[in-house]
């Protein structure tokens, strides 16, 4: 991530984190009921997170009649909303389905889905239909706490992180070097025209670029990374950014 993560908060997590896979392991051992896997996470939001417990972390969240298991505000601003289900149920569809229609009628952006163990951040996008997309799993029994990237994965949803927009951030980064957006950019003209290029300094063959696009499809690249809607909505962002980066340079 491009962002600075405070030293504070990194030593916190590293502290705590060990503290709460200690607690998380002998819960699941016991296989404690949802209600217990609650109070777990709103500790953890409280140590890990650094959110402050009475006016930032909300149980039974009311939004248009429904509950929601959590809730996080901020300045009296609600940032998102986190579904618990019990430390030894499997995070399924119909959880994450349950979790966002709360969050969409909150009309937020993220939403969590977590069992204590496993935290799974989602983006909704407001289309027609509403999509939504994983951004990251933290899985803190599994976890490698000297990894940079399970950081910056908790800064994200840190209140630090949270007021710096890193969340924001971090799907950006994650956009833009999806797959899809590489698959755009190798069969972009600027790159096809360096290959050639290159196939022309080692063989003196001049190919086509139609022709050698048709090869980068049909023999390099995997056919999900090029087709479907992911990779159609990918090549429209891959275009935009190159329209954008056009008009600067003008």
């Known amino acids: 991530m491009t962002i600075n993560i405070p030293k504070r908060v990194t ?3 590293k502290k705590s984190s060990k503290k709460f896979i ?3 392991n002998s819960a699941y051992k016991a296989d404690i009921n949802e209600s217990d896997t609650v109070l777990i996470v709103r500790d953890m939001l409280e ?6 417990r009475y006016s930032e972390i909300t149980t039974e969240y009311v939004i248009r009649g429904v509950f929601c298991d ?13 579904e618990v289900k019990n430390i030894g149920t499997d995070l399924k569809e119909n959880h ?23 935290w799974n951040t989602y983006k909704i996008t407001y289309k027609r239909p509403i999509q939504i997309e994983q ?7 599994e976890e490698n706490l000297k990894d940079e990237s399970f950081i910056e994965r908790i800064f994200c949803l840190c209140k630090e992180g949270i007021t710096k927009t890193a969340l924001s951030q971090y799907e950006e980064e994650k956009q833009a070097t999806s797959r899809y957006i590489i698959g755009s950019i190798i069969l972009g003209e600027s790159v096809l025209k360096v290959i050639r290029r290159e196939i022309k300094k080692l063989s003196n063959f001049n190919v086509d670029i139609d022709n050698l696009r048709s090869i980068v499809v049909e023999d390099v690249l995997k056919r999900e990374v090029v087709e479907g809607d992911e990779a159609s909505a990918a090549n429209k962002r891959y ?3 190159l329209s954008k980066e056009s008009k600067k340079n003008e």
């Open 47 to 52: 140590e890990i997170f650094g959110y402050d």
């Open 22 to 24: 200690r607690i998380l």
């Open 70 to 82: 959590v809730a996080i505000k901020i300045d009296n601003e609600l940032r998102y909303l986190i």
């Open 239 to 241: 275009k935009t950014m």
């Open 11 to 13: 030593d916190r997590v």
């Open 96 to 118: 994450l389905r349950q979790a966002m229609e709360y969050s969409t009628k909150a009309n937020l952006d993220w939403v969590i889905l977590t069992n204590g163990r496993v």
């Open 135 to 141: 951004i990251f799993e933290i899985n803190w029994l």
